[in-house]
């Protein structure tokens, strides 16, 4: 009986160390200059973080196969030996300076200024905390540090853009290349303030302005010296640039009356007395155009000088970079992977 128990005590003893083993099994192992596992709990980790990102774009988390997701770790941990091995180093300056950057690119995509505070949130709400992202920028640092190390011939060889291409995007979007209805004008301006009186006496003396410049007593351009309170254009003759119908910024900013006012005068005339969302205005219409597809020849937009072919042999120019870069990854992954013993334990 004793022998009995003996046994069955072995046999369960043998048993848990076998699914302990299977437990800490690594998913990989991964050598060009040190063996390095990469464990299932690493590998099951990332599978969840790629399965969430899947179904928050409206994906099937499904579709996830961790054996892709094993064979980018086993990338990412080449692509850390071999940077090591050739000398890429990456300091917290060069992190410090990439988290700068990418808080500044905020600030200018919402024109305002973002605390380090506020800045810390977005950062800890979209990667879980300031310490993860900063690892990760690192990661993309060593990594893109890495490839243009060892590959910079490929990554400079001068991209070239034939016509032919040119004119094939172009015909293949050309209504995306519409000019919306845009109108050029000056004004003479006061601003509202908190002082109703004031309001009051200003709308007035600009309707006593607006009808002395209809009635020729009084040119626009001496109204505005004499009496627009926008610095900016009071030395322009009032100009205050193009407006286009689609702006939906500056239709916030002035209002639907003014818009509408702006749009409806016609050229080389001058409006009656228009309430906007800041102030009182007198509008002139210097210029006008209606909505078109613009030619490859033509500019963007009127504030501008570069044209339909600029933008888009720009967009084919960064395409072919893109493809190029990524070209130079694979390539580099390529030649890691045959320098290196990897051994793939992971089992569907």
């Known amino acids: ?49 790629y399965q969430a990102s899947a179904k928050a774009a409206g994906q099937d988390p499904a579709t996830i196969d961790p ?38 690119n905020l600030e200018a995509s919402y024109n305002q200024v973002i605390s380090d505070e506020q800045f810390a949130e977005v950062i800890t709400n979209n990667f879980g905390s300031v310490e993860a992202y900063r690892k990760m920028v690192g990661e993309q640092l060593m990594v893109d540090s890495y490839i243009r190390l060892k590959k910079a011939d490929t990554l400079n060889t001068p991209v070239s853009i034939t016509e032919a291409e040119i004119s094939s995007f172009y015909r293949k979007n050309k209504t995306q290349f519409v000019s919306p209805e845009t109108v050029k004008l ?14 009051a006496k200003n709308k007035a003396t600009l309707e006593d302005v607006a009808a002395k ?27 205050i640039g193009w407006l286009t119908m689609d702006n939906a910024d500056a239709l916030s900013g002035l209002g639907d009356a003014f ?65 190029t870069y990524y070209k130079a990854i694979n390539s580099l992954v390529d030649e ?3 320098s290196a013993t990897v051994n793939i334990l992971y089992k569907k």
């Open 67 to 104: 054996l892709q997701v094993l064979n980018l770790l086993i990338n990412n941990e080449l692509f850390r030996q071999g940077a090591a091995r050739d000398g890429v180093k990456i300091t917290d300056s060069m992190i410090d300076s990439a988290y700068a950057s990418q808080k500044a």
């Open 213 to 239: 410049i209809k009635a020729g007593t009084l040119t626009f351009e001496k109204a505005v010296v004499d009496y627009s309170q926008d610095p900016q254009s009071k030395s322009k003759a009032g100009d």
């Open 186 to 199: 000056s004004h003479i301006y006061i601003p509202l303030t908190d002082d109703q009186t004031a309001n």
């Open 336 to 338: 890691l992977r045959k």
């Open 259 to 323: 818009f509408d006012v702006a749009f409806t005068t016609e050229v080389g005339t001058t409006s009656s007395v228009v309430t906007s969302l800041t102030g009182y205005h007198i509008l002139k219409i210097l210029a006008y155009n209606e909505t078109k597809i613009l030619g490859l020849d033509e500019a963007i937009s009127p504030n501008t000088t570069s044209t339909i072919r600029d933008y888009i042999k720009n967009e084919l120019s960064s395409a072919k970079q893109q493809e």
């Open 1 to 49: 009986m004793k022998r009995r128990a003996i046994v069955i005590t072995l046999m369960l003893l043998v048993g848990f160390q076998l699914a302990a083993a299977t437990i800490g099994a690594p998913a990989a192992t991964v050598r060009l200059t040190k063996t390095t596992p990469i464990s299932m709990a690493e590998l099951d980790a990332e599978v969840a973080e």
